[in-house]
């Protein structure tokens, strides 16, 4: 493979990993909670944007809080 071909490979590979499809809903994130966490980490940091910020926050809100409310239960 010559250089041309390796450059054109190399720019299709870049351009399809920045073309993300839709972002994943947040049931998704409900069952995934460590991915979800750390989705939300890298929107705090600002390396992340977008809808998947939303649905991984709103996840994780919503499992935290079904946790306190088994422990004020007392069902942990």
């Known amino acids: ?3 041309r071909h390796s450059a054109i490979l190399s720019l299709g590979l870049i351009l399809s990993a920045c073309g993300q499809s839709e972002p994943r809903s947040t049931q998704y994130f409900e069952a995934n909670i460590d991915e979800a966490r750390k989705v939300v980490a ?3 940091a600002g390396s992340t944007r977008g809808d998947e910020c939303t649905n991984a926050d709103v996840a994780v809100q919503t499992v935290e809080g079904r946790e306190r409310f088994k422990r004020f239960l007392g069902k942990d």
């Open 1 to 3: 493979m010559n250089l």
């Open 42 to 44: 890298d929107c705090r």
